[in-house]
Nanobody, 122 residues
Framework: QVQLVESGGGLVQAGGSLRLSCVAS????????MNWYRQPPGKQRELVAG???????DYADSVKGRFTISRDNARNTVYLQMNSLKPEDTAVYYC????????????????WGQGTQVTVSS
């Protein structure tokens, strides 16, 4: 019904940068919110950044000033620009997208990407 394809993860040295992308395709009327979560090894999944349909943006305190979330509505794509990466940013990063299939007044469904590994070496 809906597919999310993530890309951009990899191995980088501390202080480096990576850009994650997540493209949504399928039965999409409109997209409500687009978020990035991460799950460090042995820890719970946590919200990193989110951007609403009205372009309201939130960041976890741990990434403020280093990460930037953006979205391209025409391409149903969300990005996460990660700068000044630290070893503690190492995690599997997941995109999460809330999609309206019928109208913006209907219920939305929640979808998750497959995850992309980000490893920051010290």
């Amino acid at each position: 019904q809906v597919q999310l394809v993530e890309s951009g993860g990899g191995l980088v040295q501390a202080g480096g940068s990576l850009r994650l992308s997540c493209v949504a395709s399928g039965n999409i009327f409109n997209i409500k919110a687009m978020n990035w979560y991460r799950q460090p090894p042995g820890k719970q999944r946590e919200l990193v950044a989110g951007i609403s349909s009205g372009a309201t943006i939130d960041y976890a305190d741990s990434v403020k000033g280093r990460f930037t979330i953006s979205r391209d509505n025409a391409r149903n794509t969300v990005y996460l620009q990660m700068n000044s990466l630290k070893p503690e940013d190492t995690a599997v990063y997941y995109c999460n997208v809330q999609i309206w299939h019928v109208s913006v007044s209907s219920a939305y469904n929640n979808y998750w990407g497959q995850g992309t590994q980000v490893t920051v070496s010290s």
